[in-house]
């Protein structure tokens, strides 16, 4: 272990190992195999990077999106790792050299997709010495997963080809079903199990249901505007939606982008270099196709579109915070995503396990009480208390009797011939006068005003809580029209109590703008922003070094260093190359590399701040 920590602080600048990251390692170094389950930003591959450093020969590792590859490589090289990845994208002349420094041992790790693997298994991979086999996004082999993909299924074949080669499988998400196949799929070899907590503290989960398109852009713009200066991805179920959103937020003067499968692919790829490089601070993108990228410093996530279960969102949600770092994720939820939905379930090869996803989902939008012990009650973790980082925790719901505003409803539903869905009967119960409801006669009912009290929003909400607690229920097969289920029947006739949860507007919890002053001219080349306090005043001239560094150097500015680096440079102030050595991620490449500028920037800084 001695060695292998002097590893991890050389290469990763890190000191100490996270939670089962030092058991795993172990397990690998023995030769054995593995499944292992860690959220996003757990800390999952230096799981197989830092055995792949200690052992010898070429590590394998099967990742399958080219652009999460090239992100990993690219911080590896960084850190002085000899790492590659063997990709179509690469010209031929490229791929050979990649294969001859494989057959050399040059390199300690070998990424590349299922498919390029399948293609070089005769071949390169025969005549390689290889430490070990990681298969990353593991949850992709199973049918059972969130993201079955078919060539994932032909991966059995490395355990007939390198049975002595120990094989670990990562995934951030997989029930427990998933996590018994993705074993079978791939016939681990008496493999030992670790789960990390599924808990991201960091994260903070908010929900607003019932947004008509009109309030969900302005609910969005508003949100972006309170993270000003930070990266965010916003998912939309489909493609139009992405490309529609991205220009409405540009004519809102938000730097934003679309990105999604069917664009072209130079689009598609400019948009995604300007966002990893910050030359735009959003990203629209389809949730099917997903992004793909190891960026550290998304500060946000939103959902557009609720996502069809809740391995997809939880995964999802994780791209926000991978630096550890407070981080904010949102998702819009309506009936309409939720009728969508729920016809592509019925339509899967798997209808019933994708309707029982679906309903885990919908349950998770509607309930009540706080939401991160919903979503670590789903793979398996039980929290002890309420989390403080939910809309729920934050704003507890104050409850109170509406039996009577629940009859008001359900009397309308059955004096239609339960012949009319949501809008319609919002529409009734208000006393709209719209031609299609006076045509259909439903201005004779008696029911027709007897909510015109109540907005339509808040209609729309208590229908919502209603179809929660099972009084309602949607006939999908009948173009979506209400019915009233037996326990609406007994809250109707008076037989049983209907206790609702308040209507809340919803909000967005906006972290303090920052008061910035006019800037002075200093010798620095950094130019000082004086901010609310001197430590974000140093955190904004380490942003702008590492931004100016990473323009020169032609990469991301977090593979420079992450916010998280940058934070904990801000806490130790460090004056000397020797305490620069201790900061967070300061390995000792970029210890030779980076460590004088920064420590004179940090000294510069603290030097003005004394002299005021």
């Known amino acids: 272990m001695e060695e292998l920590m ?78 590659a990845a063997l990709n179509s994208t ?45 298969i990353d996004e593991a949850h992709c082999i199973s049918r059972w997963g969130h993201d079955f993909r078919p060539e994932y299924a032909q991966l059995a074949v490395l355990k007939e080809r390198f049975p002595d080669v120990p094989l670990i499988a990562l995934t951030a ?39 008509a398109k ?66 735009i601070g959003v990203i629209c993108a389809t949730i099917a196709f997903g992004m793909g990228i190891d960026k550290s410093n998304v500060r946000w996530v939103i959902h557009y579109n609720m996502p069809g279960s809740i391995e997809n969102y939880y995964q999802e ?78 704003k507890p719901p104050q409850r109170f009797d509406g039996s009577v505003l629940v009859q008001k409803a359900l009397s309308a539903i059955l004096r239609t011939n339960e012949h009319v869905g949501m809008q319609m009967l919002i529409d009734i119960l208000r006393a709209s006068g719209r031609g299609e409801l006076i045509q259909a006669g439903y201005d004779k009912l008696k029911t027709y005003g007897a909510g015109r009290d109540l907005p339509f929003r808040m209609w729309k909400e208590y229908l919502y809580q209603m179809l929660q607690f099972g009084y309602i229920e949607i006939d999908y097969a009948n173009a979506q029209t209400l019915k009233v289920t037996p326990s609406g029947r007994k809250v109707l006739f008076g037989e049983a109590q209907a206790i609702l949860t308040t209507y809340r507007e919803p909000e967005e919890s906006a972290p303090a703008a920052k008061k910035e002053k006019k800037g002075r001219a200093v010798a620095s080349p950094i130019r000082i ?35 998280a680096d940058l934070h904990d440079m801000v806490y130790k102030k460090p004056l000397t190359l020797e305490a620069f050595a201790g900061v967070r991620g300061v390995g000792d490449v970029k210890l030779k590399k980076y460590g004088n500028v920064f420590v004179a920037l940090i000294r510069h800084v603290l030097n003005v701040q004394q002299a005021e």
């Not at 993705?182 to 908010?206: G, H, K, M, V």
């Not at 972006?224 to 992405?242: A, E, F, N, P, W």
């Not at 706080?370 to 039980?382: A, D, K, P, Q, S």
């Open 6 to 83: 002097l590893l991890l602080k050389k290469f990763f600048g890190f000191d100490a190992f996270r939670p089962l990251q030092a058991e795993v390692i172990q397990r690998l170094i023995q030769k054995k195999d593995s499944l292992v389950l860690m959220p996003t930003g757990g800390g999952k591959s230096i799981c197989f990077q830092l055995p792949a450093l200690y052992l010898p020969g070429t590590a394998v590792v099967v990742s399958p999106l080219i652009a999460l590859m090239k992100d990993q490589v690219e911080g590896l090289v960084a850190n002085g790792i000899a790492a």
């Open 90 to 134: 690469l010209p031929e002349e490229g791929r050979q050299q990649i294969r001859q420094q494989c057959l050399q041992g040059q390199l300690k790790l070998l990424y590349i997709s299922p498919e390029g693997l399948l293609g070089e298994l005769d071949w390169l991979l025969s005549r390689m010495e290889i430490s070990l086999i990681a």
């Open 317 to 394: 949600i994780g791209r926000a915070g991978r630096d550890g770092l407070d981080s904010d994720t949102l998702l819009f939820y309506s009936l309409g995503d939720l009728v969508l939905l729920r016809r592509f379930a019925e339509e899967s090869g798997q209808n019933e396990i994708n309707t029982e996803k679906l309903n885990r989902m919908q349950r998770y939008c509607e309930t009540d009480i706080c939401r991160r012990r919903i979503l670590l009650n789903y793979f398996g973790e039980e929290a002890e208390q309420d989390c403080g980082n939910c809309d729920v925790c934050r």
């Open 529 to 563: 922003i004086e901010a609310n306090t001197p430590e974000e005043t140093l955190m904004d001239s380490l942003r702008q070094l590492r931004s100016r560094i990473a323009q020169q150097e032609g990469m991301p500015a977090y593979i420079v260093f992450s916010d």
């Open 173 to 211: 998400t997989a029930d427990k079903i998933t996590r018994l196949d993705i074993i079978e799929q791939l016939r681990l070899t008496d493999p030992q199990l670790f789960i990390s907590s599924f808990d991201r503290p960091n994260l903070s989960l908010a929900v607003h249901r019932g947004l």
């Open 214 to 279: 009109k309030e969900k852009v302005a609910a969005i713009v508003s949100f972006i505007r309170r993270h000003k200066g930070q990266s965010g991805i916003l998912y939309c179920m489909k493609r139009v939606d992405t490309e529609d959103l991205a220009g409405l937020l540009t004519t809102n003067g938000i730097r934003a982008a679309a990105y999604h499968a069917g664009l072209p692919a130079s689009q598609r790829e400019q948009a995604q270099n300007d966002f990893i490089n910050d030359r």
